[in-house]
C-alpha cells in the first residue's frame, strides 16, 4: 500500500465531510452539548465533593467533642462513611447517580449506604444524564455511522469507485483510506473533549492522586480512540457490502440501536430474570433469623453466650465475672460483634455473587457488543462503576468493626467488673484517638483485573476490525 495515496484518500474525505452542512450542524450541537456536560459535570463534582467533605469533617469533630461517657454507648453513638467522588467522574457519571454516597456506622449492625442523587431528585435523572462520555459513547458513534454510511456505497452507485480502480489506486488503499479519514475525523470530537477533561484533572488532581488520575486519564484515552477505529472499521465494512447507501444507512442505524439499547437493555432484563435477587425485607429478614441463631449478646441468659461465659471463668480459674482480670462485659459486645459481622457479610457475599451473574450476562456480551466493553471501562476508570461502590461498602465495614471492637476493647481495659470500684466511663481522649474515615479509590491493578473482560474485547474487536479491512480489500467489488 501507498502511504500518500491512503493520506491522499483521507484528506479528500475530510473535504467532502466540511462541505457538508451536516458536519457544521454536528459541530455546533456537540460544541453546546460539550459545554454543558463539562459545566454540569464539574459542579456536580465539585458541589458534591465539597458537602460530603464537609459533613465527614463535621461528624469527625462530634465524635471528638463526644463528654466522657462509656466505651459502648460510644459504639451505639457510631459515626458516618461518606463516599467522595473521583475528578474523573466529570468525564463519566456511571452508577455516581444511582447508589448510595452515606452509611451510618453503628455496633452489631451493618446499614445501608443512602441518599443516592436519583431518589432525591425528580423521576427525570432516571433517564440518564448528559455527561462527556455519553457524548462519546452514544452520540459521536451516531455521527460516524452517519458520516461514513456512504464512503464506499455512494461511490459504487455513482460509478466513481470503478474510475479509481481503473486509475491504478488499489482496493486496499482504497478502503484503509477511506477508514482512516473516518476515523481521524472522529478524534476531532474525541480530543476536543479529552482537552477539557485534561484541564479538570490537572487543576484538581495533586500528588499520589495526580499520578493515578492521569494514568486512568491515558487509558480512557486510549480505549476511546480503539473504539472509534472499530466503529470506523465497521461503518466502512457496511458500507462496502450494501448495494446502496440508503441501505448501508439503514443497516448502520440497526447496529446503533443494537449496540447502545437493545442488548444491553435486554441483558440488563435478561440477568434480572435469570439471576432474581432478594427484596430489602427478604433480605433484612433472613440476616435478623441468622443473628437468633448465634445467640443475643445483650441477654445473659442467652444459651450461647451462657456457655462462653461458663467457658471464660474456667479458663481463668474464677467462680465471678467480678473476679476476671478483664470486663467481661466489653468481652461478650467483642464475641457477639465479630458474629453479626459475620453473619451480615455472608449475606452480602451472597447477594454480591448474584449481581456479579447478572453483570457477567452483559459484561461478557462485549464480544459481541464494543459499546459494552467501551462502557464498562470507561466506567471503571472514571470511578463510578458498581465495584467502586462495593469498594466503599467495604471499607466502611471495615471502619465500623474497627471502631466497635476498639470501642470493646477500651471496655474491657479500662471498664471495671460489677462489683467492683472504678470509673464507669473513660476519658474522651480516648474519642480523638480514633482516625476519622478516609475512602481511597481502587488501584489502577485492581480496575485492570476487575475489567480484563472488557479489555481483551475491546483488543480481539481491534484485531477483528483490521482483519475485516484487509479481507475487504480483496473482495471489493466495483460494480
Given at each position: 500500500?501507498r502511504?500518500?495515496?491512503?493520506?491522499?484518500?483521507?484528506?479528500?474525505?475530510?473535504?467532502?465531510?466540511?462541505?457538508?452542512?451536516?458536519?457544521?450542524?454536528?459541530?455546533?450541537?456537540?460544541?453546546?452539548?460539550?459545554?454543558?456536560?463539562?459545566?454540569?459535570?464539574?459542579?456536580?463534582?465539585?458541589?458534591?465533593?465539597?458537602?460530603?467533605?464537609?459533613?465527614?469533617?463535621?461528624?469527625?469533630?462530634?465524635?471528638?467533642?463526644?463528654?466522657?461517657?462509656?466505651?459502648?454507648?460510644?459504639?451505639?453513638?457510631?459515626?458516618?462513611?461518606?463516599?467522595?467522588?473521583?475528578?474523573?467522574?466529570?468525564?463519566?457519571?456511571?452508577?455516581?447517580?444511582?447508589?448510595?454516597?452515606?452509611?451510618?456506622l453503628?455496633?452489631?449492625?451493618?446499614?445501608?449506604?443512602?441518599?443516592?442523587?436519583?431518589?432525591?431528585?425528580?423521576?427525570?435523572?432516571?433517564f440518564?444524564?448528559?455527561?462527556?462520555?455519553?457524548?462519546?459513547?452514544v452520540?459521536?458513534?451516531l455521527?460516524?455511522?452517519?458520516?461514513?454510511?456512504?464512503?464506499?456505497?455512494?461511490?459504487?452507485?455513482?460509478?466513481?469507485?470503478?474510475?479509481?480502480?481503473?486509475?491504478?489506486?488499489?482496493?486496499?488503499?482504497?478502503?484503509?483510506?477511506?477508514?482512516?479519514?473516518?476515523?481521524?475525523?472522529?478524534?476531532?470530537?474525541l480530543?476536543?473533549?479529552?482537552?477539557?477533561?485534561?484541564?479538570?484533572?490537572?487543576?484538581?488532581?495533586?500528588?499520589?492522586?495526580?499520578?493515578?488520575?492521569?494514568?486512568?486519564?491515558?487509558?480512557?484515552?486510549?480505549?476511546?480512540?480503539?473504539?472509534?477505529?472499530?466503529?470506523?472499521?465497521?461503518?466502512?465494512?457496511?458500507?462496502?457490502?450494501?448495494?446502496?447507501?440508503?441501505?448501508?444507512?439503514?443497516?448502520?442505524?440497526?447496529?446503533?440501536?443494537?449496540?447502545?439499547?437493545?442488548?444491553?437493555?435486554?441483558?440488563?432484563?435478561?440477568?434480572?430474570?435469570?439471576?432474581?435477587?432478594?427484596?430489602?425485607?427478604?433480605?433484612?429478614?433472613?440476616?435478623?433469623?441468622?443473628?437468633?441463631?448465634?445467640?443475643?449478646?445483650?441477654?445473659?441468659?442467652?444459651?450461647?453466650?451462657?456457655?462462653?461465659?461458663?467457658?471464660?471463668?474456667?479458663?481463668?480459674?474464677?467462680?465471678?465475672?467480678a473476679?476476671?482480670?478483664?470486663?467481661?462485659?466489653?468481652?461478650v459486645?467483642?464475641?457477639?460483634?465479630?458474629?453479626?459481622?459475620?453473619?451480615?457479610?455472608?449475606?452480602?457475599?451472597?447477594?454480591?455473587?448474584?449481581?456479579?451473574?447478572?453483570?457477567?450476562?452483559?459484561?461478557?456480551?462485549?464480544?459481541?457488543?464494543?459499546?459494552?466493553?467501551?462502557?464498562?471501562?470507561?466506567?471503571a476508570?472514571?470511578?463510578?462503576?458498581?465495584?467502586?461502590?462495593?469498594?466503599?461498602?467495604?471499607?466502611?465495614?471495615?471502619?465500623?468493626?474497627?471502631?466497635?471492637?476498639?470501642?470493646?476493647?477500651?471496655?474491657?481495659?479500662?471498664?471495671?467488673?460489677?462489683?467492683?470500684?472504678?470509673?464507669?466511663?473513660?476519658?474522651?481522649?480516648?474519642?480523638?484517638?480514633?482516625?476519622?474515615?478516609?475512602?481511597?479509590?481502587?488501584?489502577?491493578?485492581n480496575?485492570?483485573?476487575?475489567?480484563?473482560?472488557?479489555?481483551?474485547?475491546?483488543?480481539?474487536?481491534?484485531?477483528?476490525?483490521?482483519?475485516?479491512?484487509?479481507?475487504?480489500?480483496?473482495?471489493?467489488?466495483?460494480?
Amino acid at each position: 500500500m501507498r502511504r500518500y495515496v491512503i493520506k491522499l484518500l483521507a484528506r479528500q474525505f475530510w473535504q467532502d465531510a466540511f462541505r457538508s452542512k451536516v458536519m457544521f450542524i454536528a459541530s455546533i450541537l456537540m460544541l453546546f452539548l460539550l459545554v454543558f456536560s463539562a459545566y454540569s459535570g464539574w459542579e456536580n463534582y465539585h458541589d458534591q465533593n465539597f458537602v460530603r467533605d464537609e459533613i465527614q469533617h463535621e461528624v469527625q469533630e462530634s465524635w471528638e467533642n463526644n463528654p466522657d461517657k462509656h466505651p459502648h454507648r460510644m459504639a451505639h453513638y457510631g459515626s458516618f462513611a461518606f463516599r467522595l467522588k473521583h475528578i474523573l467522574s466529570v468525564f463519566d457519571l456511571g452508577m455516581e447517580n444511582f447508589v448510595g454516597n452515606a452509611v451510618f456506622l453503628e455496633a452489631h449492625k451493618q446499614n445501608t449506604v443512602n441518599f443516592s442523587e436519583a431518589s432525591m431528585s425528580t423521576g427525570l435523572l432516571r433517564f440518564g444524564e448528559v455527561s462527556l462520555a455519553m457524548l462519546l459513547k452514544v452520540i459521536v458513534p451516531l455521527l460516524i455511522f452517519y458520516l461514513g454510511f456512504a464512503t464506499i456505497a455512494k461511490e459504487r452507485e455513482n460509478g466513481t469507485l470503478k474510475l479509481l480502480i481503473g486509475q491504478g489506486i488499489t482496493r486496499k488503499e482504497i478502503v484503509f483510506g477511506k477508514w482512516l479519514g473516518l476515523w481521524s475525523l472522529s478524534l476531532i470530537f474525541l480530543s476536543t473533549i479529552f482537552l477539557v477533561l485534561l484541564f479538570f484533572v490537572l487543576i484538581e488532581s495533586h500528588d499520589a492522586v495526580n499520578a493515578d488520575s492521569i494514568f486512568r486519564y491515558v487509558i480512557l484515552l486510549i480505549a476511546y480512540v480503539l473504539f472509534f477505529g472499530i466503529l470506523s472499521a465497521i461503518t466502512i465494512l457496511v458500507s462496502a457490502f450494501s448495494a446502496t447507501a440508503k441501505g448501508a444507512l439503514v443497516k448502520l442505524l440497526g447496529i446503533w440501536l443494537l449496540f447502545v439499547i437493545i442488548v444491553p437493555k435486554s441483558l440488563q432484563a435478561m440477568g434480572f430474570y435469570l439471576y432474581p435477587t432478594p427484596s430489602k425485607i427478604e433480605m433484612e429478614t433472613a440476616v435478623e433469623h441468622d443473628l437468633m441463631q448465634l445467640g443475643d449478646s445483650h441477654n445473659p441468659d442467652d444459651p450461647h453466650f451462657k456457655a462462653l461465659k461458663d467457658s471464660v471463668l474456667l479458663a481463668n480459674n474464677v467462680t465471678d465475672i467480678a473476679n476476671l482480670p478483664f470486663n467481661y462485659g466489653g468481652f461478650v459486645m467483642s464475641k457477639g460483634e465479630a458474629l453479626s459481622a459475620n453473619v451480615y457479610l455472608e449475606h452480602q457475599a451472597k447477594l454480591y455473587k448474584v449481581y456479579g451473574k447478572q453483570n457477567n450476562l452483559e459484561r461478557y456480551s462485549a464480544f459481541i457488543n464494543p459499546y459494552t466493553a467501551i462502557k464498562n471501562l470507561s466506567m471503571a476508570f472514571s470511578g463510578t462503576d458498581f465495584q467502586s461502590f462495593l469498594l466503599f461498602k467495604d471499607k466502611a465495614e471495615a471502619y465500623r468493626f474497627n471502631l466497635a471492637q476498639e470501642m470493646n476493647q477500651l471496655q474491657m481495659d479500662l471498664i471495671p467488673n460489677k462489683g467492683k470500684a472504678g470509673p464507669n466511663a473513660i476519658s474522651n481522649d480516648y474519642w480523638k484517638e480514633f482516625p476519622p474515615f478516609e475512602y481511597q479509590f481502587m488501584t489502577v491493578s485492581n480496575v485492570f483485573k476487575n475489567e480484563l473482560t472488557s479489555v481483551l474485547a475491546l483488543l480481539l474487536w481491534s484485531v477483528w476490525s483490521i482483519f475485516g479491512l484487509l479481507k475487504l480489500s480483496t473482495n471489493l467489488k466495483a460494480i
